[in-house]
């Protein structure tokens, strides 16, 4: 870690000291240091393969079928951050960890694969975007973190480019949803009518509904949130910076 002043570097200390005494073992630590490399690698490889379709191409439209797989593949990767938490080898919530990366893989699979109208709207890719750059300084974050070498370029990044790339990749998420619903509504895409033998009915096209009017109540606490952090994280560094 880069510390450029007294204040961060007590704070940083601080949360590593906090690590120390409750973070994972040597095997863990290197367990860790490994996912995180390959999941950086994974959205490097996403984020050079939308650079070269737009290039091949010359436009934007339609470059998500370019990066289909990798995407689907280290998207749900993912899940295994669920289950860090879980055993305790990430101090995280398990609820929340689990709440933000299923609302990824639901919309990849359940929205995005399942509905193939929307593949090629360009709300798609504003949520691709936002994610790929979101998650290269994330899982680089975590990378430099566990080797006890965080860059201050990364640290800044990390609670930096959440306050474009947050809203950004909601919009593009709530578009899309947005978009499948028509093609959901007409094909009963995984609805349940009555009468069935099990006397339950499901219908999908309003359970979209609802998940984006979730939206409404849960994004600015997130948001929020994340500022909060940023003025905890940063907020010593920028203060000295000022002084100097």
């Not at 995005?112 to 929307?118: A, C, D, G, I, N």
């Not at 949520?127 to 979101?134: G, R």
């Not at 006397?199 to 009017?213: A, G, K």
């Amino acid at each position: 870690m880069s510390a450029s002043a007294s204040g961060t570097s007590k704070a940083a200390h601080g949360d590593a000291g906090q690590k120390k005494k409750k973070g994972p073992g040597a095997l863990a630590t290197a367990y860790l240091v490994i996912y995180n490399v390959v999941m950086t690698a994974g959205w490097l490889v996403i984020a050079v393969g939308l650079v070269r379709a737009y290039l091949a191409r010359g436009s934007y439209h339609g470059l998500y079928y370019s990066i289909e797989k990798p995407l689907k593949f280290f998207q749900t990767g993912a899940i295994l951050e669920i289950l860090h938490c879980a055993v305790g080898i990430v101090p995280s919530s398990v609820v929340l960890t689990g709440f933000q990366v299923m609302s990824r893989v639901f919309l990849t699979w359940a929205v995005t694969h399942s509905v193939r109208e929307v593949q090629s709207e360009d709300s798609v890719l504003l949520f691709v975007t936002a994610w790929t750059v979101t998650e290269i300084i994330r899982y680089s974050f975590y990378t430099f973190s566990l080797l006890n070498h965080l860059p201050y370029l990364i640290k800044w990044a990390r609670y930096t480019f959440f306050i474009a790339l947050y809203p950004m990749g909601v919009a593009g998420e709530l578009l899309t949803i947005y978009a499948a619903l028509p093609y959901v509504q007409k094909t009963g895409l995984y609805s349940v009518t009555l009468p069935n033998k099990y006397n339950f009915s499901f219908d999908y096209y309003t359970f979209l509904i609802l998940i984006m009017i979730s939206y409404i109540p849960l994004f600015p606490q997130l948001y929020f949130h994340m500022i909060r952090q940023r003025k905890k994280v940063l907020g010593h560094a920028e203060d000295y910076s000022k002084v100097e």
